[in-house]
């Protein structure tokens, strides 16, 4: 499964991921540059400051690779935190924020509270099952469209969501040692 699987190293907790798929068998490849995309199947774009995010991914390049993949079908994405925001359509508040915007939901970030900078919670998550969410500055999903599962939920909240071959948590899958979001992401990316 070499290079078919890229992680966005960008900015943020990418090296996390890496480590994350490691546990599955997975040498994930770093992804900087429009050119790194070539061959990969699967792509995970990971937290940190979705801001820096967006305005480096449309400066090299990725935005309007990563869209034009995703629009024929040939890229799987999963987008952890500051990566779901990227995700999203709409961005509650910051509507010249950089994105990609393929994910049909509006998403709201620092959902919980800005004062509450991090926190942890128990998750049930469909069909997987109990799941230790870790929030960190956390955004969460609103305005669903009629194509997007809610996968968990913190407090009434989607936290978890998919649209066809698109996977965005709120949380940071990464930071634990439990690999099964990964897992399930590579099995939605046919892998
Ligand atoms: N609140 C951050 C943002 O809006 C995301 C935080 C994170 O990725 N842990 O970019």
Request: charged residues 30%.
């Amino acid at each position: 499964m070499r290079s078919v699987v890229g992680v966005l190293a960008l900015q943020g907790d990418f090296r996390e991921h890496k480590e994350a798929l490691k546990r599955l068998g997975v040498e994930a490849k770093e992804v900087r540059k429009r050119e790194h995309l070539e061959g990969v199947k699967a792509l995970v774009i990971p937290g940190g400051e979705s801001t820096t995010i967006g305005k480096l991914a449309r400066e090299y390049g990725i935005e309007e690779e990563v869209r034009r993949r995703v629009a024929e079908g040939s890229l799987a994405l999963f987008g952890t935190c500051a990566g779901a925001i990227w995700l999203s359509r709409e961005i509650l508040g910051y509507p010249e924020q950089p994105r990609l915007g393929m994910l049909d939901v509006a998403v709201e970030r620092n959902a919980f509270g800005r004062q509450v900078e991090s926190f942890e919670e128990d998750l049930e998550v469909r069909g997987l099952g109990p799941f230790h969410g870790v929030f960190i500055r956390a955004p969460a999903f609103r305005k669903l469209g009629e194509g997007v599962e809610v996968l968990a939920e913190l407090s009434g909240l989607p936290v978890l969501v998919r649209q066809g071959k698109m996977l965005a948590s709120a949380f940071h899958p990464e930071l634990t040692a439990d690999s099964r979001i990964h897992g399930y992401f590579l099995q939605l990316a046919g892998l």
